[in-house]
Nanobody
Framework: QVELVESGGGLVQAGGSLRLSCAASGRSASAYNMGWFRQAPGKEREWVASIRWDAKSLDYADSVKGRFRISIDNAKNTVYLEMNSLQPEDTAVYYC??????????????????WGQGTQVTVSS
């Protein structure tokens, strides 16, 4: 079992930045690939970004590519999501998730083994 604790959400103005973090714990936490997801009201949860457990590969959804950056601190078993140039369309609950496998660098929602509690990100216009 992997426990995920998220932090960093909040309210920002359009064009601003936020940095989310998700700390993973558990004996096998370091063996999982890590990803970020988001779910806006009335919409399905969607994949945002993912990083391989050893940080050798990263991938992003087209909607955030060039604006968001995922990174991992293996020593701390913590994954980060740096979000820049935020827009109101980015408003959602953001979740950290881990998976034992990646699909072409992506992490489909259906493959996530464990989820964090979610943190609200609200971008005002």
């Amino acid at each position: 079992q992997v426990e995920l604790v998220e932090s960093g959400g909040g309210l920002v103005q359009a064009g601003g930045s936020l940095r989310l973090s998700c700390a993973a714990s558990g004996r096998s936490a370091s063996a999982y690939n890590m990803g970020w997801f988001r779910q806006a009201p009335g919409k399905e949860r969607e994949w945002v970004a993912s990083i391989r457990w050893d940080a050798k590969s990263l991938d992003y959804a087209d909607s955030v590519k060039g604006r968001f950056r995922i990174s991992i601190d293996n020593a701390k078993n913590t994954v980060y999501l740096e979000m820049n140039s935020l827009q109101p369309e980015d408003t959602a609950v953001y979740y950290c998730g881990v998976s034992a496998r990646l699909s072409g660098g992506r992490m489909p929602v259906s493959t996530v083994n464990y989820w964090g509690q979610g943190t609200q990100v609200t971008v005002s216009s």
